[in-house]
């Protein structure tokens, strides 16, 4: 890849789409708390076990 | 989420590598009598948010040099210090200048435990956070982190994206049981009311 093929960046609009995103990310984790609130122990931990290890 | 939320939380998970890690680290706190809260991103994994930490963030009362000499020794029989293998410099050159020391499982780099002493020029938010810390039982083992509150307070005016996942989802998670009133006052505080109240909505 040459150098001048790397595309212009329109920053303004980057950083609304880094706005949108970081929104549905806390839209996210507020569906994932209550899920929890619902979930029991059991298997909450499990599911997050497999990620942390 | 089974849980008893009064003053104590006490509740059963399956625990991670990092929650056993935590687990023996705070053991030998409390075996050696050492008051300590802990106060990191942790305190949000502990209650189930899906990511997790290379470090866990405590503040540990100020010691005398004696006292931190017989900690270094007990701790030395499970952990190691990645800063110093000097007790002396330890508590000299990092802890009373304000710095603070890590210790992961020997011969392991992370996780590890970041400790150190309140700093005072956080106008008093570390040592209110050791004095009206929350005691918390996870599968019969006990430890101390900052109350709720001030923990989402705090991380609001930490302010990366990562801090503001953690407050919203202690917040979510908890809203229920917090004391709104504290949580406020501590918003007004730390300036983040707006951030609070945009995020929590």
């Known amino acids: 890849m040459k150098i001048s093929d790397i595309p212009d960046v329109d920053l303004k609009k980057f950083e609304e789409f880094k706005k949108r995103n970081f929104k549905a990310r806390l839209e996210f984790i507020k569906q994932y708390a209550d899920w929890i609130k619902k979930t029991p122990n059991k298997i909450w931990s499990a ?6 290890g | 989420m089974e849980i008893e939320y009064g003053k104590k939380i006490e509740f ?11 687990i023996a680290f705070t053991r030998i706190l409390n075996k050696s009598g050492i008051k300590y809260v802990i106060i990191s991103g942790y305190v949000a994994i502990l209650f189930g948010r899906n990511r997790t930490s290379e470090d866990v963030d405590i503040i540990i009362e100020k010691l005398d040099l004696a006292k ?11 952990f190691e210090c990645l800063n110093t293998t000097n007790a002396e410099d330890a508590y000299k050159i990092y802890l009373l200048c304000g710095d603070s020391i890590r210790f992961s499982r020997k011969g392991k780099y ?18 209110l956070a ?13 430890m101390f982190i900052s109350q709720i509150e001030l923990q989402i307070a705090f991380k609001f005016s930490l302010g990366s994206d990562k801090d503001i996942e953690d407050a ?9 049981k917090l004391d709104i009133k504290l949580l406020r006052a501590f918003s007004r505080k730390l300036k983040i009311e707006d951030l609070l109240n945009k995020s929590t909505e």
């Open chain 2, 110 to 127: 992370v996780p590890n435990m970041e400790i150190k002493f309140p700093n005072i020029s956080l106008d008093g938010f570390d040592l």
């Open chain 2, 168 to 176: 919203v989802y202690l917040y979510e998670l908890f809203k229920d």
């Open chain 1, 47 to 52: 599911q997050q076990k497999e990620i942390i």
């Open chain 2, 68 to 78: 931190f000499k017989a900690l270094w020794t007990a701790l030395l029989s499970e």
């Open chain 2, 130 to 142: 050791l004095n009206e810390r929350k005691e918390v039982v996870v599968n019969d083992n006990q």
């Open chain 2, 12 to 22: 059963e998970k399956e625990l991670s590598s990092l929650d056993q890690f935590v």
